[in-house]
């Protein structure tokens, strides 16, 4: 089992506010690293599979970034707003074939 | 996009009781799927992964026995809880990527919560 650690755990933020959250992995082995949102009563939706060490993705307000040497991987929120609520899972790929996750941010967006 | 279908979602049954659950990707063959299971408070943990035509990869600490995974079609996976005890009360849901290599996200199933009395 690879120790896949993100913070917060949990978050509150206003609408409107920026946020970012964090996702540490082993440095070693590395083959990809995704980014899940998870919806409550709905199935975990990819975000990113990002797998260059300096890469960097955008899809709307949402962006991360990737350091493989240091293992970690930072995913940001740009204006919030309550439809991002929902549980941010990053999962690790050592081995070309199976995830490991984390516990997951889990973002909470009030009006 | 690729869906994976996965029912049913909630299955509450007595101790003993053998519960199946199925996992079809609908618009893409899957020749692997992987099954999950999390425990409250618990990330995902991978328990098998499920090969079109050949048997399943367990994880450690995983009994086949217990969990007999099924992959007779390219797009149809099944997992069954033999025998179920309350321990096994667990969500439990699967995913296959569209494609194969390391850059393909995965497509989940909406999960099935298991609650064994």
Same mark, same amino acid.
């Given at each position: 089992i690879l120790n896949v650690e993100q913070s917060p755990q949990s978050l509150h933020v206003q609408e409107g506010d920026s946020t @970012? /959250? &964090?996702? =540490? /992995?082993? =440095? =070693? @082995?590395?083959? $990809?690293?995704?980014?899940?949102?998870?919806? &409550?009563a709905k199935s975990p939706e990819a975000l990113f599979v990002m797998t260059l060490n300096g890469d960097e993705k955008k899809k709307g307000r949402?962006? $991360?970034t990737l350091n493989t040497k240091e293992g970690y991987s930072y995913l940001y929120i740009k204006g919030s707003q309550p439809e991002d609520s929902a549980t941010y899972l990053c999962a690790f790929l050592n081995s070309g074939y199976a995830l @490991?996750?984390?516990k997951g941010t889990s973002l909470l967006v009030t009006p | 996009g690729a869906v994976v279908s996965q029912h049913p979602s909630w299955v509450i049954c007595k101790s003993g009781t053998s519960v199946k659950i199925e996992c079809r990707s609908l618009d893409f063959q899957a020749t692997t799927m992987f099954w999950y299971r999390q425990f409250p408070k618990q990330s995902l943990m991978l328990m098998a992964t499920s090969n079109e035509g050949s048997k399943a990869t367990y994880e450690q600490g995983v009994e086949k026995d217990k969990f007999l995974i099924n992959h007779a079609s390219l797009t149809l996976s099944t997992l069954t809880v033999t025998s179920a005890h309350p321990e096994d009360s667990s969500f439990y849901i699967c995913s296959a990527p569209n494609g194969r290599g390391h850059r393909q996200p995965q497509h989940f199933g909406d999960g099935t919560r298991l609650s064994i009395l």
């Open positions: @970012n /959250f &964090t996702c =540490s /992995f082993p =440095s =070693s @082995n590395f083959y $990809a690293l995704h980014w899940y949102r998870w919806e &409550t949402i962006s $991360a @490991n996750f984390g | -």
